[in-house]
């Protein structure tokens, strides 16, 4: 039998109990019929590997695919393709889904039948241990969740996480999948390739996903610098194809977003580093 919807989670020298955290919350979602492919990027250590091994045994619902270390890009790829459902989604490795979360997006789906991606608010944590508050703000089943359109806001900053992405297969598809030439950014490039395509994506305006954010991931340290670039780089290749008054409006709000997305980063950077100096850690 087909799946509803197909998650696909992607995990490269993932914590044993953060994975186990991140798969259990998807196997244990309100909707039964949800596939969760599992890609091990590499060799995972003994402990995460006996959660990998555990969950495949209980749980024919989870395809894990295991080709060795192919790299972030290749290894969203293999699962999308791998994926049996018309709908795919992605959850990284470390965050977390709330038990409604694909309940409330195959609704939205359902009532619009030209949607084509729909990713949904979060809360950020910046703990590697702590589980979410799933109380939902006035609504405790999601039963009243809307799809707030993203349009062009998209070519100003990445309002999407990634974790919370639900999209039609066949739409990734036909732009072959992640840019696996790319380094970094693979979910931004793509929703931006997506409405160049003329894809209708959309935002739930609840906190449906928990997503972390600590010092152990790449994009912390000065390195929000370099992401901030990036993200300037790929919305100046979209804006170039906009009218003259929309794109210098457009430029004009990208580069404010890039010199506080810059200051930021040097900012935290400083303030890690005396932290650090100091031998008080990093939150």
């Known amino acids: 039998m087909t799946p509803t919807a197909s998650v696909v989670v992607t995990t490269y020298a993932t914590p044993a ?16 019929d949800v596939e969760v492919v599992l890609v091990v990027d590499g060799d995972p250590a003994p402990d995460t590997a006996e959660v990998i091994e555990s969950r495949e045994r209980s749980d024919p619902r989870l395809v894990v695919l295991r080709p060795g270390r192919v790299g972030r890009a290749r290894a969203l790829n293999l699962g999308v393709r791998a994926a049996s459902a018309p709908l795919v989604g992605i959850q990284d490795a470390d965050d977390a889904s709330h038990p409604r979360r694909i309940e409330a997006q195959l609704r939205l789906f359902a009532a619009d039948p030209d949607l084509t991606l729909l990713g949904t608010g979060c809360r950020v944590s910046s703990s590697l241990t702590a589980t979410a508050d799933w109380t939902l703000p006035g609504d405790p089943t999601g039963a009243g969740a809307r799809a ?10 990445n309002p999407i996480v990634h974790s919370s992405l639900l999209a039609r297969a066949e ?4 732009l072959g999948g992640y840019d696996e030439r790319r380094v970094a950014q693979y979910d931004y490039d793509l929703l931006l390739r997506l409405q160049a395509a003329g894809g209708h994506l959309a935002l739930v305006d609840l906190p449906l996903v928990m997503h972390r954010r600590h010092p152990n991931q790449f994009f912390e340290g000065l390195a929000p610098v370099h992401r901030a670039w990036g993200s300037y780089r790929l919305q100046q290749s979209y804006i170039s194809e906009l009218p003259i008054g929309s794109r210098a409006a457009f430029s004009t709000v990208a580069l404010a977003r890039l010199v506080y997305q810059v200051g930021r980063g040097v900012a935290w950077h400083r303030t890690s ?11």
Request: proline share 2%.
């Open 17 to 32: 109990e953060l994975l186990a955290m991140s798969v259990d919350s998807l196997l244990g979602q309100t909707v039964a």
């Open 171 to 174: 739409a990734i598809d036909e």
């Open 273 to 283: 580093r005396r932290r650090r100096d100091a031998g008080e850690g990093v939150a």
């Open 148 to 157: 707030v359109p993203v349009e062009r806001s998209l070519l100003c900053s």
